[in-house]
C-alpha cells in the first residue's frame, strides 16, 4: 500500500513516518516545501528504504492508495502570525486531494483536523452530541484556524461515496516536539531545562496528550478497516489536569512554578479553552485502543528532550 503524505515536514507526520517506517511500511512519498531539507532528514535517520520524497507542486503524479494530509500550522504563535492566510492555504491542499480523489476514487483520505472545529468555548469536555459554535458577526483573529478546519469537514460531509477520515487532533506529545513551540506543556519543559521559574494563571484546564505510537495506532486500525466517511476526535487512555500536570512536573524533574491571577505566558491562538478533550470514543469502533494515558505522555517524552534524545520513540 503506497501512501502520499503531504506536510511531511510537521512533527505530527515525522513521528508517524518513522512509526510507518519501524512497522515495516516501504512505500512512503513524502511531499513538502523544502526538499532539501527533508531530504537530509530522511538521509540522517536512515529512513531511505521506506522514503520517496517530493515537493508539494508535484503531487498527484504518482500513484498511491493513501493520503494523508497534514498540511497546516503546528505552533500556536505561528497560527496567530498566518492569520486569515490559513483558510486559503487549508482550502488549497485539501481541493489538490480531493480533486485526485474525484480521479481516483478508491483512494483513501485522512485529513488531519483539529478539536479546535468544535469552538473555543470548551466549557466543557466534547462529545458525539456537542454542535461547532461560531460567533459569526464577531469572528476573531483566532477563530480563523477552527473555520478552516471546520470548512474542510463540511466539504468532506458532503462526498459521502469517498473514503475520507477527519482525524481531530487536540494534543500530541513526543520527544521530537519543537519545545520553543508556545504550547503550555513546551512551556514547562522550557522552564525545567533552563532552570527558571514557569509563571501561570489560576485558570483551571483539563489537557489530553495523546502519544506518537497510540496515534500510530489509529491510522493502522483506519486504514485496515472498511472504507468510511467520517470524522473521529483523537484521544489517550487518560486526561491529566493543569494541577497534577505541575505538581507531577515539580516532583519529577524539579519545576519551579508560580500561580499568579492574570497571567498570560503561554499563547493561545485558537481560543482558551478550560477542558479542550474528547469523551467522543467513536475511534473504539474502528478497534482503536488508546496504551498511554497522558501522565505516561508526558513523564516519559519530557524525560527524553531532558536527556537529550531526539529519535522518535
Known amino acids: 500500500m503506497s501512501i502520499a503524505i503531504l506536510g511531511a515536514s510537521s512533527q505530527i507526520a515525522k513521528d508517524l513516518i518513522f512509526s510507518f517506517a519501524k512497522a515495516g511500511r516501504r512505500d512512503l512519498l513524502l511531499y513538502v516545501r523544502s526538499t532539501d531539507r527533508t531530504s537530509a532528514w530522511v538521509v540522517e535517520h536512515g529512513l531511505q528504504h521506506a522514503c520517496s520524497v517530493h515537493h508539494h507542486d508535484t503531487y498527484g503524479l504518482m500513484?498511491?492508495?493513501?493520503?494523508?494530509?497534514?498540511?497546516?500550522?503546528?505552533?500556536?504563535?505561528?497560527?496567530?502570525?498566518?492569520?486569515?492566510?490559513?483558510?486559503?492555504?487549508?482550502?488549497?491542499?485539501?481541493?489538490?486531494?480531493?480533486?485526485?480523489?474525484?480521479?481516483?476514487?478508491?483512494?483513501?483520505?485522512?485529513?488531519?483536523?483539529?478539536?479546535?472545529?468544535?469552538?473555543?468555548?470548551?466549557?466543557?469536555?466534547?462529545?458525539?452530541?456537542?454542535?461547532?459554535?461560531?460567533?459569526?458577526?464577531?469572528?476573531?483573529?483566532?477563530?480563523?484556524?477552527?473555520?478552516?478546519?471546520?470548512?474542510?469537514?463540511?466539504?468532506?460531509?458532503?462526498?459521502?461515496?469517498?473514503?475520507?477520515?477527519?482525524?481531530?487532533?487536540?494534543?500530541?506529545?513526543?520527544?521530537?516536539?519543537?519545545?520553543?513551540?508556545?504550547?503550555?506543556?513546551?512551556?514547562?519543559?522550557?522552564?525545567?531545562?533552563?532552570?527558571?521559574?514557569?509563571?501561570?494563571?489560576?485558570?483551571?484546564?483539563?489537557?489530553?496528550?495523546?502519544?506518537?505510537?497510540?496515534?500510530?495506532?489509529?491510522?493502522?486500525?483506519?486504514?485496515?478497516?472498511?472504507?468510511?466517511?467520517?470524522?473521529?476526535?483523537?484521544?489517550?487512555?487518560?486526561p491529566i489536569d493543569k494541577p497534577l500536570l505541575l505538581q507531577t512536573m515539580a516532583e519529577h524533574f524539579g519545576l519551579h512554578y508560580e500561580v499568579v491571577a492574570g497571567t498570560t505566558a503561554s499563547v493561545n491562538a485558537t481560543g482558551a479553552k478550560p477542558f479542550y478533550y474528547s469523551l467522543n470514543r467513536k475511534a473504539a469502533e474502528f478497534g482503536y485502543q488508546p496504551q498511554w494515558s497522558s501522565l505516561e505522555v508526558i513523564l516519559t517524552e519530557t524525560a527524553a528532550i531532558l536527556d537529550g534524545e531526539s529519535a522518535a520513540a
Open 63 to 238: 500513484p498511491h492508495d493513501v493520503v494523508i494530509n497534514f498540511v497546516g500550522v503546528g505552533d500556536p504563535m505561528r497560527t496567530a502570525e498566518m492569520g486569515s492566510a490559513i483558510l486559503p492555504i487549508t482550502a488549497h491542499f485539501d481541493g489538490l486531494v480531493m480533486a485526485g480523489l474525484e480521479q481516483h476514487p478508491h483512494r483513501r483520505y485522512l485529513f488531519l483536523s483539529s478539536g479546535a472545529v468544535y469552538g473555543n468555548s470548551f466549557t466543557e469536555p466534547a462529545t458525539a452530541d456537542t454542535q461547532a459554535t461560531i460567533a459569526i458577526n464577531a469572528i476573531r483573529p483566532q477563530d480563523r484556524y477552527a473555520m478552516a478546519k471546520l470548512y474542510a469537514e463540511v466539504g468532506h460531509r458532503g462526498r459521502p461515496d469517498l473514503a475520507i477520515v477527519d482525524l481531530r487532533v487536540f494534543n500530541i506529545f513526543s520527544r521530537t516536539h519543537d519545545i520553543n513551540a508556545r504550547f503550555f506543556i513546551t512551556d514547562i519543559v522550557r522552564a525545567i531545562r533552563d532552570k527558571r521559574s514557569l509563571q501561570t494563571s489560576t485558570d483551571y484546564m483539563v489537557r489530553d496528550f495523546m502519544h506518537p505510537q497510540d496515534f500510530h495506532q489509529l491510522v493502522e486500525c483506519l486504514l485496515a478497516a472498511p472504507r468510511a466517511n467520517c470524522a473521529i476526535d483523537c484521544y489517550s487512555r487518560e
